[in-house]
């Protein structure tokens, strides 16, 4: 009877060092994204860097590492454990882009977009993967001037085309409203000097 009873507490010593270990090997991988000030604003022609941290600071080397916009299955750019994966870049961005991993053992990358053109303005998603856990953040490129970005197919133009015709159309109906209460008033100060 003593003997199962030590044998039961050795038991329960085990599990809950076990239980310990896993808690503390699982909130180790636990992480969240930073990202640099956001929106990121460079002129037509020049590099802009959107940068990415781990948050608590913890060394990035053996995670997987992605920039996409839209379709997460399009890539900017990533870093497999390696500085450079082409296969899986959007060929818009091949030759364009750069991956800064200096400071990559505190856990900050950069994506240097080299050659800024209209069609980059937007979101750029940041995520990094770890065996256990996966965490994302967004940095907002946008152009330094007065640029807008290309449509990026006939349905977004004609959205555009849709939202300034409404402007139009309100921006419209304010004008006509107002010399509507011009004309009042005009007609007001008219009969206050006949009178």
């Known amino acids: 009877m003593i003997g199962a009873m030590a044998g039961l507490r050795i038991t329960t010593i ?30 037509v022609g020049s590099d802009a860097d959107l940068g ?21 299955n399009s890539y900017v750019y990533v870093y497999n454990k390696n500085p ?34 209209p069609s980059d303005t937007g979101s750029y998603t940041c995520l990094f993967v770890a065996p256990n856990h996966y965490s994302t953040g967004i940095v907002e490129l946008q152009l330094a001037g007065n640029y807008r970005a290309a449509p990026r197919n006939d349905q977004e133009a004609c959205n555009n085309n849709q939202e300034a015709s409404k402007n139009y159309q309100a921006a419209s109906k304010r004008f006509q409203a107002a010399s509507k209460r011009f004309q009042a008033a005009s007609k007001r100060f008219q009969a206050s000097k006949a009178g």
């Open 52 to 72: 990415c941290s781990l948050v608590p600071a913890d060394s990035a080397e053996s995670m997987t590492i992605k920039f996409h916009r839209g379709d997460p």
């Open 14 to 43: 085990f599990t809950f060092m076990s239980l310990i270990i896993t808690l503390q090997t699982s909130s180790a991988q636990r992480f969240d994204i930073k990202v640099t000030e956001t929106p990121v604003i460079a002129p």
């Open 84 to 117: 450079y994966d082409p296969g899986s870049q959007d060929e818009k961005y091949k030759d364009r882009t750069e991956f800064l991993t200096e400071n990559i053992r505190q856990g900050q990358v950069t994506l240097k977009i080299k050659n800024v053109q």
